[in-house]
């Protein structure tokens, strides 16, 4: 088979103009229709309309515990002249929910009767007609309109369906999702410890279908097959002819040149869309094959999820007649600038957090590739097309990822990034599971202005003063001026350079960095670790050009580690724990402070009590000292009090 022409992009659409194309024509659209048992039908969609079988209750019943009379007997009654009634004659004891003897209408409750001997009652006032009695019909009528199609099921419903002698109801069937992961590099799950470089785990059909499942679908996943355009042809022909009402193709759908999707569709049946105007998910396939909804899913694990939130799950509403159920949104002020492209829709995975009363939005990583950025995200920022970006400051709509109780749990840190945070972020969810830390590294110097500017509750911070050869007293004067601040020690760490395992190039030290055969993979300006290299290079007299690979930068300790375990670069300036982790070997460089920066503002927050409580416990102590290259004596050290002005104490 001759294999087609590279396409790109056959028909670009805006996300509003594809969103509104595709259900235009997928509107009409609904899955069979089945008759499920009641007690299985919790969430599924009426496909008629249901009618009440038995009226409810059936019969007259007591809706209290006491006595049924005939009310009319009653009538004479009052204080001055109580009403004597004989048990068995005037009045019948009954229970809630007997039925009513034959001739009565009423009922007394039990508290308002006064036992004359084991036969009669005394009555001390007259009883209206149908006084505490649930009539024939009362709650639902025989042939009565129960419930109208497409209403979706709640507990409440089955039960109503129940008691009116619906006992089985009619529903849209499931829509059934036919999910084909494609990639001659995929591997499957139980494969991942043995992949070879060019080889990634299959995940996304695992996270389509689970999301099938949350839009009430069944995902029909499929084992993966190879980027080949006959085998794809073949196994698409295969989707179109069986009880699938929807075929996801993952993958294949960008510019590449095993990237089939849209031709396949186009072979079938008709492109509606190749190509969004968002950002991730833009190479996404819209089409319809025999009246069946196509999509072609982008690779890229976020595109995947973005594009299957924006076309896929309305589908699968629509098909079984409801709409989707709409994202919760939240308001929140935007810590960092954000740049975008004019007439792309972009989404952005952000930490969200209430410091200082405001609810603050940080973005994460935006790359498509990082799925991290989602499971991470507190929520989701939308750019709209119309606009090149978000200012710092600027308050913007945020789609939340987790309940919005949860968001005032959140703490958040911005700064350096150093491994005991993750021992700290899981310490405070083994204590307190609703306590989420998140977290944002943008180097020492980006904590300390997300302090200044009341965006965070803590910010990591390593800045060493060359002057003094103080760590960060002195950019706090000069940085936070007004901005009451408190300096906790969090550990004494170990800075190197990191080298692949038996330092293959010899490096003995940073006058090394020089040779033309040795690669360098350096830090961020900002970083506190870029502040302390620069540092060292100005005592060596080493001029930054006459490193290779200074100008190249990472954003964390474990970038670097991870440049050199790749062979990237020959080595990196880290910390030790990172070299442990990734198995490297380290030259010692020095030893740094590394401490929190916590606004006097957030000091009396109940998070940053249980913080300071954590970092000086001596579980925390152990699994620090565990990771190697920490000293962790002083942990939890009052460093210094900052009134804004001036220090309150500062230990020297
Ligand atoms: N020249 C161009 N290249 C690319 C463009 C473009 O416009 N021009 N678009 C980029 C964008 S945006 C995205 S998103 C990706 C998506 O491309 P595809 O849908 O064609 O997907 P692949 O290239 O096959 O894969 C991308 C990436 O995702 C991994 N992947 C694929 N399937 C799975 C799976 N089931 N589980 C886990 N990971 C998966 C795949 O291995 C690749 O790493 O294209 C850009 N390129
Ligand atoms: O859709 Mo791609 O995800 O824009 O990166």
Redesign the pocket.
């Known amino acids: 088979m001759e294999r087609p022409r590279r396409k790109?992009?056959l028909s670009m659409k805006t996300l509003p103009e594809a969103g509104r194309l595709w259900k235009e024509r997928t509107a009409e659209l609904r899955t069979a229709g089945e008759t499920v048992p009641v007690p299985e039908a919790l969430g599924r969609v009426t496909a008629e309309p249901v009618t009440a079988r038995l009226s409810v209750p059936h019969y007259h019943g007591a809706a209290m515990d006491g006595f049924a009379v005939r009310a009319e007997a009653t009538f004479s009654a009052s204080d001055v002249h109580p009403l004597r009634l004989q048990l068995g004659r005037d009045a019948f004891p009954v229970d809630t929910g007997d039925p009513l003897p034959p001739e009565t209408d009423a009922v007394i409750m039990v508290e308002h009767v006064t036992p004359v001997g084991d036969d009669a009652v005394e009555i001390r006032a007259a009883v209206f007609p149908w006084q505490h009695v649930r009539k024939v019909g009362e709650d639902i009528v025989a042939g009565e309109l129960l419930l109208p199609q497409q209403h979706a099921l709640r507990p409440a419903d089955l039960g109503a369906l129940l008691a009116s002698g619906v006992a089985a109801v009619p529903v849209f069937a499931r829509p059934k999702v036919w999910i084909q992961?494609?990639?001659t590099?995929?591997v499957s799950p139980e494969k991942a410890p043995e992949a070879k470089p060019g080889q990634?785990?299959?995940?996304?059909?695992t996270?389509l279908s689970a999301m099938v499942r949350e839009c009430g679908g069944d995902p029909l996943l499929q084992p993966?097959i190879p980027?080949d355009f006959a085998s794809l042809l073949a196994e698409l022909k295969r989707a179109v002819v069986s009880d699938a009402d929807v075929i996801l193709l993952?993958?294949?759908?960008?510019?590449?040149s095993?990237?089939y999707?849209a031709a396949l569709v186009d072979e079938l049946g008709e492109v509606l869309v190749h190509?969004v105007a968002m950002?991730?998910?833009?190479?996404v396939v819209l089409g319809l094959i025999e009246g069946k909804p196509v999509v072609?899913?982008?690779?890229?694990?976020v595109?995947?999820i973005l594009a299957f939130e924006q076309f896929v799950r309305p589908l699968l509403f629509s098909l079984q007649g409801v709409p989707a159920p709409s994202f919760p949104q939240v308001d929140a002020v935007l810590g960092r600038k954000l740049a975008s492209r004019l007439g792309l829709e972009e989404f952005v995975r952000v930490i969200l957090g209430r410091v200082a009363g405001r609810l603050i939005a940080m973005p994460l990583q935006r790359g498509?590739?990082v799925i991290t950025s989602l499971t991470r995200a507190d929520g989701i920022l939308q750019i709209p097309q119309e606009l090149e970006g978000v200012d710092v400051g600027e308050t913007v709509s945020v789609r939340l990822l987790r309940s919005p109780d949860d968001l005032d749990h959140t703490l958040i840190m911005i700064g350096s990034h150093d491994n005991t945070v993750d021992v700290l972020a899981n310490e405070l969810k083994r204590r307190d599971s609703r306590i989420h830390l998140s977290s944002s590294n943008v180097g020492s110097l980006g904590g300390i202005m997300a302090v200044r500017r009341m965006q965070t509750h803590l910010a990591g911070s390593h800045l060493l003063d060359t002057q003094t050869g103080e760590y960060n007293f002195s950019y706090i004067e000069r940085y936070l001026s007004g901005v009451p601040v408190r300096l906790v020690q969090l550990a004494r760490r170990r800075q190197g350079l990191l080298v692949r395992k038996g330092n293959p190039k010899g490096v003995r030290g940073i006058e090394d960095l020089v040779r033309p055969d040795v690669r360098f993979i350096n830090r961020q300006t900002g970083s506190g670790t870029r502040i302390l290299f620069d540092y060292r290079l100005q005592q060596l007299g080493i001029e930054p050009e006459a490193i290779q690979g200074y100008d190249w930068d990472e954003y964390t300790h474990m970038a670097v580690a991870v440049n050199v375990l790749s062979g990237r670069a020959d080595c990196g300036m880290a910390i030790h724990a990172a070299a442990r982790a990734m198995e490297l070997d380290f030259i010692p460089v020095t030893e740094e402070r590394y401490d929190l920066l916590i606004p006097e503002s957030c000091w009396a927050d109940p998070k940053i009590a249980l913080v300071l409580e954590i970092i000086a416990s001596p579980r925390f102590r152990e699994m620090v000292e565990a990771m190697g290259g920490y000293d962790i004596r002083e942990s939890g050290r009052i460093m210094g009090i900052w009134d804004g002005q001036r220090w309150m104490e500062r230990i020297f």
């Open positions: 790109i992009y992961p494609t990639g590099e995929l990634i785990v299959e995940f996304n059909g996270v993966v980027d993952n993958a294949g759908s960008s510019a590449g095993e990237d999707t190509g950002m991730p998910g833009k190479p072609g899913v982008p690779g890229y694990p595109s995947a498509a590739g």
